[in-house]
């Protein structure tokens, strides 16, 4: 096992004792399948995250894609930023104008985003996706801004607080050490059966008045 392998196992035990799913992963990723069709590989420490969670939302404040054959717009899939993004003033933005190795906006992968409007990715610039760093377009930050690790990681710093500067427009998640994790399909599940799928309890009704 090479050094950046340990390191990444050692981020990825510190994460997954921090996150609880609340209720048992249905969704299975045939990786060899997407990644054909993506026609690239996935980070390992992601892939393991995936395969450990699913997609969903990490407390309501970090919601994570999964790759998807096809890559249908449905809620929740990984995938490039759209060609409008590309055009758009405010994600053109950097909060370090000056730093030299600025990433080409379209080798931005997009994995994730944020209760605050954030947009996370990975910038998959290169053959070897264990080092694809993780971009934040941080929408009342500034911009984008790079940071030298992994999706997994990025994870575990966002919760124990390790930033120097938190990446996150919204704070709700700083330094909380502990986080449930709520998966996508169970979600709507339970939603479709009337449940607060966060409480497990029967979900306010909405009424109609009119």
Known sequence: MT????????ESARLFEMVTPLYEVSDVVDWTAVEADYGLAFPADYKEFIDRFGAGTLDDGIFVSVPRVGQ???????????ADALQEGGMLAWQDASRPDRPDLQDMLVWGQTNGADVLCWVADGPHPDTWRVAVWARHGGGWAIYDCGMVEFLAKVLTDGFHAFPLSDASLRGVESAPFLNLEAENRLMDEG???????????????D
């Open 3 to 10: 050094e950046s392998e340990s390191h990444m196992n050692d």
């Open 72 to 82: 249908p717009p449905a809620p929740l899939t990984v995938g490039r930023l759209p």
């Open 195 to 209: 449940i607060d799928p966060w409480t497990g309890k029967p979900a306010p009704q909405m009424w109609d008045f």
